[in-house]
């Protein structure tokens, strides 16, 4: 197994054992694949949930660039539901995790069809 594999599985533990949820590994892996390079960067493959202007980063070059959501209220009321269900004080929030749920809460899979 590669580092990517490795990564892939540490993310869909993190899904089973944090997030309380079953991850459909074919999303899970498209989803990982997705943020590139960054998963194999220790501060860019985490998500600072107690930053709002990474959260915001999040926002517009995910939900709003990527899954090509309008902008709104409910993109920042799902990030927090999203990092809620990862645990607030979970100190490592990976990227791919974070960006899984949020794919999974709009219902976006289709994106990476």
């Known amino acids: 197994m590669g580092k990517r594999d490795d990564l892939i599985a540490t993310y869909a533990d993190d899904l ?3 997030c309380g949820m079953t991850p459909d590994m074919d999303l899970l892996t498209k989803v990982t694949i997705g943020c590139g ?3 194999y960067d220790a501060d860019a493959s985490t998500v ?5 202007s990474e959260l915001e980063t999040v926002k517009n ?4 660039k990527k ?3 309008p902008d709104g209220p409910e993109l920042m009321a799902a990030i927090n ?3 809620d ?4 004080s979970e100190r490592n929030k990976y990227r791919a995790v974070v960006y899984y749920m949020l794919v ?3 219902g976006k899979e289709s994106v990476y069809g």
């Open 37 to 39: 390079p960054a998963i």
């Open 16 to 18: 089973r054992t944090k």
């Open 104 to 106: 999974k809460h709009f």
């Open 67 to 69: 899954l090509a959501l």
């Open 48 to 52: 600072a949930a107690t930053q709002e």
């Open 85 to 88: 269900t990862y645990g607030r």
């Open 61 to 64: 070059n995910f939900l709003i």
């Open 81 to 83: 539901s999203v990092i």
